[in-house]
Each structure stands twice: as structure tokens, then as C-alpha cells.
């Protein structure tokens, strides 16, 4: 079998790059209108304690009651109920990443066994269903069902991971996996502003005979999630390959130039069984800490700097700018020469510095200084150390694709990597946001600032360096 050329590698990854996009886009479109849709929700349902949405307001009251009657509470009576539905998006949200906790493994697996392609369309109509679903969601029971499914289909981020890892040599892999940070970026800078123009257009004024087929007020950001994920589905099925068949070739391949001077160093696979566990355990935590503190940046922002919902726009805004400037122009370029650790390990010291910042907020004269200064170390740690970690990761895999059912093999290695991380992302939002309120944000910011530092170090003494070639002797002139 002939070796993959660069330019088909270089096709490849264009066409996860630009489906994960797109996918993004339609993923991000929701996420301005979570107040606004759950207070639609609240209005329609009010009075109803027997749903769900009149059970899951009854435990935000007990919550609520609790943070009222702790004395280091900032918050006086009446002001925490505009978190209802701040707080109640984070639930929705850690669901989504409890679903995915679980069903990554078994995507992972699938794709090993059918291939990537075959899989990833799969979970494409399951993605498409669950928009279908949010459509026609007049109801917070059907709404709910709509994220449910949503959350046990979604495969788009690791089997494009797993897809570029596919076609792409060891060394150059770290470069190729920071696209799929940069659609992060860009799809979390542009994608909210996308969905908030749309959602400002009603389609029961505009077309009101859709009414009777359970169009509501907000439907028109799911039929453009419906008609981006439409795309993208047939874009993948034009343009997309199937990438598990390559995994031998690129390994084998290299580059031609290096392959006679350097040799690749063989780690046994016990090592790179316990470099996974470690990988594993890292990303979890990172992920815990990371998304919980990031979480807690819209209570601070109303709370203590009293911005506005165009304010806070801006400051995500220019997080994601700062991020996608990182991953291009820094990750991209640096990570071979330096290697992912170093890189994660910088990440995280940012993020230390990142959070101490935003404690600091609170009784400075300049906060908005602290804030940005804040934010912009959180922008670079969000563009580092997940794509370094999972390229980490993506190394201590098998190349061979005749051990599929394999802990090692390429798809269920990096679907349970990715679980490790949701599971994180499940639990921190809940935790940091039940610390803020509970301790303020002064005590959340400093425990934050402890961990990290923590796991700063546990990445240091756990996580395992990129293996490095070495030259192999010329033979001596006789």
C-alpha cells in the first residue's frame, strides 16, 4: 500500500477543520439564548411543581436558601433569584457532560471497529435529531429530552481528533490537533453573537400558521442549527474518507528525509498504559478546576463589576480572540520545538496567575485590570494545555490497526480520555459556582489558585515528555 502524501494529509485535516467548525457553530448558537429560553420556560410552566423544571426550581430554592442564610454571603435577600436561570443552565450543562462521560468510550470503540467516518455520520443523525427535537420544543420536559440526546450523540470533537491523529505523523501531530482548538475559539467568539441576531427573530409573528405544528418563539435558532448541521452532514459524506486505513501508512511514512538519520524509540506498551492512566487523571482534574472557575466569570462580572450583557459579550469576545491568536501562533509554531509538556505546564502556571488575578478583583481599585489580566491567562491556558494533553495522549496509542479491541488503540484510548475530561466538566461548574456563593469569590479564586497549582505539579512528576529520536550512527568509511 502506497504512503499517504503530505497534500492528502493536508486535504484531510482541512475537511475535519472545516466540518468541526460548522458543528461548533451549530453547538454555540444555543448558548446565548439559555436565559431567555429558560425563562420562557418558567413563565409557560409557572405553578407547576409537579414537572421537571417546577422540580429542578425547588432544588435552586434550597440552594438559594442555603447561600441566604451563610453568613459569608455577599448576596442579600431577593438579589440571588436572577441566578435561577444562570444556575439552571450550568445544570443542563453539566448533564450534557455527564452523557458524554459515558457514551465517549463506546464511540471511541465503534470508530475502531467500523472507522471514524461511518461512526462520526452516525452520531451527525443523532445530533440532527436532537435539533429536531428543540424545534418543536414548546415544552422544558421536550427541550430536556432535545439536550439529552443531543449529549449521547455528540462525536464530533473526538472521532475529528482521533481522524487528524489518523493521517498525521507524531511530530507534526500537536500542530494539526491546534486546529481543533482554533474552531473552539472561533465558534465560541462568533457562534453566540450568530444565535443571539437569530434568536431576535420570532417566527410566530412572521409565520404564525407554523403554531399549530408546535413552533415557538425561539425555533428559529434551532432551524439554523438544524440547517448547519444539514451541511455538515453531507459535506462529511462527500468529503470526508475513511481515515482508520492510513494509520500504518503515515506511521510508516514519516518524513522521508528524517527517516534515515533518526529512529522513532520503541516505549514499552505497559509505560504507555501507565502514561494514559496518569493522562487520564490529569485531564479530569484540569478539567474539573478549569471549567468550574471559568464558569463562575459570569458571576463575577454582574456581581462585583456590575457589567452589562454587552460587557461580559466583549470580554468573552476578546477571550476567544486571545485564545485563537495563541493556538496559531503560538502552540502551532512552538510545540515541536519545545514539546507538549512544557507547553502544559505553561498553560497551567498562566492559569495559576490567571486566577489569583480575579481575586484580586474583588477589592481593587482596578478591577477591570485584574479582570483582563485575568481573562488573558485564562485565554492562554485555554489555548495550550487541553490540545497539548490530548496530542499526549494521541502518542501513547497503537499505530497498528489489528489491535482494535486494544485499551491502547487509537479511537477507545482517546474516547475514554475525552470522558475523563466531561466528567471533570460534569461536576467543576456546580462545585466552583456552590463555593462561590457559599465562600464569595475572593476564597472560590485562592482555592482555585491552590488546585491548580496542584495539578501543576502533578503534571510536572506525572505526565510523560514526547519521546525524542535519536540519531542512529552512520557506519565508519573502511
Known amino acids: 500500500m502506497s504512503a499517504v502524501n503530505e497534500s492528502h494529509q493536508k486535504k484531510i485535516v482541512s475537511t475535519v477543520f472545516k466540518a468541526l467548525l460548522i458543528d461548533l457553530f451549530a453547538f454555540t448558537i444555543i448558548l446565548p439564548l439559555y436565559p431567555r429560553l429558560l425563562s420562557y420556560y418558567q413563565s409557560a410552566e409557572v405553578g407547576h411543581q409537579e414537572t421537571i423544571l417546577g422540580y429542578a426550581l425547588q432544588v435552586l430554592e434550597q440552594f438559594k436558601y442555603m447561600i441566604k442564610s451563610n453568613k459569608h454571603s455577599t448576596n442579600s435577600t431577593g438579589y440571588v433569584d436572577k441566578w435561577d436561570t444562570v444556575l439552571l443552565g450550568g445544570l443542563i450543562g453539566s448533564l450534557f457532560s455527564l452523557l458524554q462521560f459515558f457514551v465517549s468510550p463506546y464511540i471511541g470503540r465503534m470508530s475502531d471497529k467500523l472507522g471514524r467516518r461511518k461512526v462520526l455520520l452516525w452520531t451527525m443523525v443523532g445530533n440532527i435529531a436532537s435539533t429536531l427535537v428543540w424545534l418543536f420544543a414548546r415544552s422544558f420536559s421536550l427541550f430536556l429530552v432535545?439536550?439529552?440526546?443531543?449529549?449521547?450523540?455528540?462525536?464530533?470533537?473526538?472521532?475529528?481528533?482521533?481522524?487528524?491523529?489518523?493521517?498525521?505523523?507524531?511530530?507534526?501531530?500537536?500542530?494539526?490537533?491546534?486546529?481543533?482548538?482554533?474552531?473552539?475559539?472561533?465558534?465560541?467568539?462568533?457562534?453566540?453573537?450568530?444565535?443571539?441576531?437569530?434568536?431576535?427573530?420570532?417566527?410566530?409573528?412572521?409565520?404564525?400558521?407554523?403554531?399549530?405544528?408546535?413552533?415557538?418563539?425561539?425555533?428559529?435558532?434551532?432551524?439554523?442549527?438544524?440547517?448547519?448541521?444539514?451541511?455538515?452532514?453531507?459535506?462529511?459524506?462527500?468529503?470526508?474518507?475513511?481515515?482508520?486505513?492510513?494509520?500504518?501508512?503515515?506511521?510508516?511514512?514519516?518524513?522521508?528525509?528524517?527517516?534515515?538519520?533518526?529512529?522513532?524509540?520503541?516505549?514499552?506498551?505497559?509505560?504507555?498504559?501507565?502514561?494514559?492512566?496518569?493522562?487520564?487523571?490529569?485531564?479530569?482534574?484540569?478539567?474539573?478546576?478549569?471549567?468550574?472557575?471559568?464558569?463562575?466569570?459570569?458571576?463575577?462580572?454582574?456581581?462585583?463589576?456590575?457589567?452589562?450583557?454587552?460587557?461580559?459579550?466583549?470580554?468573552?469576545?476578546?477571550?476567544?480572540?486571545?485564545?485563537?491568536?495563541?493556538?496559531?501562533?503560538?502552540?502551532?509554531?512552538?510545540?515541536?520545538?519545545?514539546?507538549?509538556?512544557?507547553?502544559?505546564?505553561?498553560?497551567?502556571?498562566?492559569?495559576?496567575?490567571?486566577?489569583?488575578?480575579?481575586?484580586?478583583?474583588?477589592?481593587?481599585?482596578?478591577?477591570?485590570?485584574?479582570?483582563?489580566?485575568?481573562?488573558?491567562?485564562?485565554?492562554?491556558?485555554?489555548?495550550?494545555?487541553?490540545?497539548?494533553?490530548?496530542?499526549?495522549?494521541?502518542?501513547?496509542?497503537?499505530?497498528?490497526?489489528?489491535?482494535?479491541?486494544?485499551?491502547?488503540?487509537?479511537?477507545?484510548a482517546l474516547g475514554e480520555f475525552r470522558s475523563f475530561g466531561q466528567l471533570g466538566r460534569a461536576f467543576g461548574p456546580i462545585f466552583a459556582c456552590s463555593l462561590y456563593w457559599v465562600f464569595g469569590p475572593e476564597i472560590c479564586y485562592a482555592a482555585g489558585t491552590v488546585a491548580m497549582l496542584a495539578i501543576t505539579w502533578f503534571c510536572a512528576a506525572a505526565a510523560p515528555n514526547k519521546p525524542k529520536k535519536k540519531r542512529v550512527a552512520k557506519a565508519k568509511a573502511q
Open 146 to 412: 432535545a439536550r439529552i440526546i443531543a449529549g449521547l450523540s455528540e462525536g464530533n470533537v473526538q472521532l475529528s481528533i482521533a481522524a487528524i491523529s489518523d493521517v498525521t505523523t507524531p511530530e507534526k501531530r500537536s500542530q494539526s490537533l491546534a486546529l481543533v482548538g482554533i474552531a473552539f475559539a472561533i465558534a465560541f467568539t462568533i457562534g453566540p453573537a450568530i444565535g443571539a441576531w437569530f434568536a431576535s427573530m420570532d417566527l410566530t409573528e412572521s409565520c404564525p400558521s407554523l403554531i399549530k405544528f408546535g413552533i415557538y418563539p425561539y425555533s428559529m435558532a434551532a432551524l439554523i442549527g438544524l440547517i448547519l448541521l444539514s451541511v455538515e452532514t453531507v459535506y462529511l459524506y462527500r468529503a470526508l474518507p475513511e481515515t482508520i486505513h492510513f494509520r500504518t501508512e503515515v506511521e510508516d511514512s514519516g518524513s522521508s528525509s528524517e527517516k534515515k538519520e533518526e529512529k522513532q524509540p520503541v516505549v514499552s506498551e505497559q509505560r504507555r498504559l501507565l502514561n494514559m492512566y496518569a493522562l487520564n487523571r490529569i485531564m479530569c482534574v484540569f478539567s474539573f478546576i478549569f471549567s468550574g472557575m471559568e464558569f463562575t466569570l459570569v458571576f463575577l462580572t454582574f456581581d462585583v463589576l456590575d457589567y452589562s450583557h454587552m460587557q461580559q459579550g466583549k470580554l468573552l469576545g476578546f477571550m476567544g480572540i486571545i485564545s485563537a491568536l495563541i493556538q496559531g501562533g503560538y502552540v502551532r509554531r512552538r510545540v515541536q520545538k519545545m514539546g507538549e509538556k512544557i507547553i502544559i505546564l505553561q498553560g497551567m502556571i498562566a492559569c495559576t496567575m490567571g486566577l489569583w488575578c480575579l481575586a484580586s478583583t474583588v477589592e481593587s481599585d482596578r478591577a477591570a485590570a485584574w479582570l483582563y489580566g485575568g481573562v488573558t491567562c485564562l485565554a492562554f491556558t485555554s489555548g495550550t494545555v487541553v490540545n497539548c494533553l490530548t496530542s499526549l495522549a494521541s502518542l501513547q496509542c497503537h499505530q497498528d490497526t489489528s489491535k482494535q479491541n486494544d485499551a491502547l488503540s487509537k479511537g477507545r
